[in-house]
């Protein structure tokens, strides 16, 4: 079993940054990558960024392109989210999650953290 949990998430204003960070425990060898996922109220959930476990590689969605980074620390089991000039758009609730196999659904999530950007 894995446990994530997230933190770093609160309120600041528009073109403010914040930095969440995310920790792993339990048995976390080797999953094939890990994502941060928004939901805002009445909204889909919003792949947000995702990152290789092994490599460097990683994905943006659109919206936080330039403006979001995604990195990890392996050593620490820590995955990071750095955002900066936010918007009031990005208030959601953001998610950590693993996916263990590529092409798979993420199979453990945390237990998210509020992000919430004033204008």
């Known amino acids: 079993q894995v446990q994530l949990v997230e933190s770093g998430g609160g309120v600041v204003q528009a073109g403010g940054s914040l930095r969440l960070s995310c920790v792993a425990s339990g048995r976390t060898t080797s999953p094939n990558a890990m994502g941060w996922i928004r939901r805002a109220p009445g909204s889909e959930g919003e792949l947000v960024a995702a990152i290789r476990w092994s490599g460097t590689t990683t994905s943006y969605a659109d919206s936080v392109k330039g403006r979001f980074t995604i990195s990890k620390d392996n050593a620490k089991n820590t995955m990071y989210l750095q955002m900066n000039s936010l918007k009031p758009e990005d208030t959601a609730v953001y998610y950590c999650?693993?996916?263990?196999?590529?092409?798979?659904?993420?199979?453990?999530w945390g237990q998210g953290t509020q992000v919430t950007v004033s204008s």
């Open positions: 999650a693993m996916q263990l196999r590529f092409g798979e659904s993420f199979d453990y």
